[in-house]
């Protein structure tokens, strides 16, 4: 026999144990004496992009509890980072968030030159900020090719995506001899200079995206299905976003308009003219929406760059040893606007050639703590498009 | 792949995107990088590397194993022995290649490996790693043209002047009234009962007592700029180097197969010099700009100012040799 228990029971609330046996109770609203159903999703569940595992607790088809379990994919990163050369970590900045190495490789090299007060060469923030922004079209593009197929539209807009994801990969493999593991940021520059071949191919890419995106939009943005699945689904409060520290297209789809690369004007971003925009609703079609026009500016910014490139000039500081490289000591924390939010490096230099700490601030790992706010009271079937549209890769997660 | 672009590709090639793999490859970027391989000039048994361990130190997944090659007496020959690279470790970052002084490590564009055995099948011998320069020039020419390019500016400004490590060893006794980079001398013994201020001062008064005491050669004067120098007298370097048996090649410390603690356990009461030189990383590998004993008289003369230029010493050396010279009082930039 089923037990009852008070109509009050809140499940949400009630405080049960990750792991071992628990007590499920039945609700009660109506008589038809229906029962709480835990399910795991995941790790191997093909929409947690990765290995990731939600623990859901479920009232017919609504969530009223959801634990999002990681760590399946740590790798000691930091640690590792702790007894390597400060150069010898790059490669490994590339394996965090493995759309996004050229940004992961900028906001390392960020947070050691401000350590070592290292200068950059002016041709040299001009091919980070060309990089940078590539790999915001490159995440931005495919985050939304892989939101779809959660949505159910499997194959064509993903393909898409992916079709134009591989011209620019091209280019990155062409500058930096790998398509994902780029490796290519030093401190002080870059490793190899972008030749005028590079950028001729890289001003064909972004003279063709807006057709691209004019499709792509074509495609989804007034598309019905895409529009019902995503409005007013898994809406985040401003307050909430700011208070759980959440960063990048999350937030400013919550209506914050807090974009570091206006507030910190790290680089030579002051010199672009771009816009922020900002959501209204904090729903998942905000954060489709707010990508899509992430990367129109992301183009416009592009365009810029590509005009005001220096034609002569060092692509890397001279002066920075590549050996034996020892900052003073001191502790520094960089930051940059990845395309997931803000990736912070936290370094403290014992004035030894490998960091004494070294930390991460992830931005897909924050905003997933707010994973559970988002989907309460929703249907099993939204958990996995809000999910996507956080924007997680469980690379950089659990490190 | 449309049908329209099938269709099209009877008329135009271009239009099949597809490549039919086996038969056709696409040709990689010049640019493009997979696993290391090493370089040499006219065979394989010659190759560029000088077994520095650079890249074996700095290899961030430790994927590089070197052993040093040496002769019948046990004297190092600058080659390595043993070079071992394990592919199933390597993640391609290209930090070795870039650590090198010598251009001896390049990246391949080799990209199609598999072995029936997955525990030593991918692990790489210097035989299979070593490829010829013509080879690295099929695959990388620009890279590789200025790489040649480089090489042989260096080899000119090599020949005209006196070999490198040499000029150093001429103008240690340049220097004489800085402590003890010359000559057998006497030496404070260890069980004396003296502080180590104490014994330092001895130390520094007894080896210039050596140096103005007859039947010593008074030091030559020698260019200042020492580590410089290009035009020492080549009559005044025989001698030193035959005087002073602790600052040659041969001496027993410069094995770099031995850890540090033991090779400062056997130059213990001997000058600074010889104690520098005990302290280096012994590969010779001149990533310093000098080999290891012209690197220690250089510190010891007060000519080279930076203490932490040994790569394959690392941390160890770079603390050993500030110690020391702290001791001795010699200056140097924190």
């Known amino acids: 026999m089923i037990p009852t228990l008070p109509e009050t029971f809140d499940a949400a609330s009630a405080e049960q144990p990750l792991y071992g046996p628990r007590s499920y109770q039945v609700l009660s609203g109506n008589d038809l004496g229906t029962q709480l159903l835990e399910i795991s999703m995941g790790p191997q569940h093909p929409s947690t992009h990765g290995v990731f595992r939600m623990d859901v607790v479920l009232d017919g088809e609504e969530v009223v509890k959801l634990k999002p379990v990681f760590g399946y994919l740590h790798r000691n990163h930091e640690q590792l980072a702790e007894k390597t050369s400060y150069l010898g970590s790059m490669p490994y900045t590339d394996r965090l968030d493995y759309f996004c190495s050229m940004t992961n490789n900028w906001a390392y090299a960020h947070a050691v030159e401000k350590l070592a007060a290292i200068e950059v060469p002016e041709r040299a923030e001009y091919i980070r900020v060309i990089m940078a922004e590539l790999t915001r079209l490159v995440n931005h593009t495919c985050l939304i090719g892989f939101m779809v197929n959660d949505l159910g539209a499997l194959g064509t807009p993903l393909i898409y995506a992916f079709r134009e994801r591989e011209k620019i990969l091209d280019i990155f493999e062409a500058v930096s001899g790998g398509r994902m593991m780029c490796n290519y940021m030093r401190f002080g520059g870059v490793r190899v200079d972008l030749t005028s071949q590079d950028l001729k191919r890289i001003s064909m890419i972004v003279d063709n995206y807006p057709y691209f995106l004019d499709e792509f939009e074509k495609l989804l943005t007034g598309n019905e299905i895409l529009m019902s699945r995503c409005q007013g689904v898994g809406v985040l409060s401003k307050e909430l976003a700011i208070n759980a520290s959440i960063t990048g297209p999350m937030l400013r789809a919550s209506g914050v308009d807090y974009d570091i690369r206006k507030v910190d004007k790290y680089g030579i971003y002051e010199r672009f003219d771009f816009r922020v925009p900002i959501g209204d609703h904090g729903d998942v079609y905000d954060r489709y929406m707010i990508r899509v026009l992430e990367m129109r500016e992301s183009i416009k910014i592009l365009k810029q760059a590509l005009k005001q490139f220096p034609s002569a000039g060092d692509f890397i500081n001279p002066n920075v040893k590549l050996r034996n490289f020892r900052p003073k000591a001191g502790e520094v924390y960089g930051r940059i606007e990845s395309p997931k939010g803000e990736l912070g490096f936290y370094l403290v230099s014992g004035g030894g050639t490998m960091p004494y700490r070294y930390h991460v601030r992830a931005p897909s790992f924050i905003n997933l703590t707010i994973l559970e706010d988002m989907c309460l009271g929703e249907k099993v079937a939204d958990v996995i498009v809000i999910l996507g549209a956080v924007d997680i890769v469980l690379g950089e997660v659990d490190r | ?334």
């Open chain 2, 1 to 334: 792949m449309t049908a329209k672009n099938f269709v099209g590709s009877y008329f135009d090639k271009d239009r099949m995107t597809t490549i039919q793999y086996p038969e056709e490859r696409k040709e990689p970027e010049q640019n493009y990088r997979n696993f290391p391989f090493l370089v040499f000039d006219k065979d394989a048994d010659h190759l560029r590397c000088v077994a520095c361990k650079i890249c074996e130190t700095e290899c961030p997944p430790q994927c590089i194993y070197i052993e040093v090659m040496r002769d019948e007496a046990g004297k190092i020959i600058k080659q390595p022995k043993v070079f071992d690279i394990d592919y199933t470790v390597c993640m391609g970052c290209q930090i070795c290649v870039e650590a090198c002084p010598f251009d001896a490590i390049k990246m391949d564009h080799e990209y199609e490996f598999a072995h029936e055995n997955r525990f030593t099948g991918l692990l790489m011998s210097k035989r299979e790693l070593a490829k010829s320069n013509d080879y690295f020039h099929s695959i990388k020419p620009a890279e590789a043209t200025e790489v040649d390019v480089r090489l042989a500016e260096e080899a000119a400004k090599k020949k005209k002047p006196a070999p490198a490590p040499k000029p150093t060893a001429a103008v240690v006794p340049a220097v004489a009234p800085k402590p003890a980079t010359t000559a057998p001398m006497i030496t404070v013994p260890d069980d004396a009962p003296f502080s180590p201020e104490q014994r330092v001062w001895l130390q520094k008064f007894l080896s210039q007592v050596a140096v103005a005491s007859p039947g010593k050669p008074p030091a030559p004067t020698g260019a200042p700029d020492a580590g410089k120098a290009s035009d020492a007298p080549t009559a005044v370097e025989a001698p030193t180097e035959e005087e002073n048996p602790d600052l040659t090649n041969d001496a027993p410390w410069h094995d770099p197969e031995k850890d540090i603690g033991s090779r400062m356990g056997m130059v213990q009461g001997k000058p600074l010099a010889v104690k520098l030189y005990a302290a280096m990383g012994q590969t010779d590998c001149t990533a310093c700009g000098y080999d290891c004993k012209g690197y220690a008289m250089a510190l010891a003369a007060g000519a080279e100012k930076d203490p932490s230029l040994c790569v394959p010493g690392a941390d160890e050396t770079a603390a050993k040799v500030k110690e020391l010279l702290d001791q001795a009082g010699v200056k140097y930039n924190a």
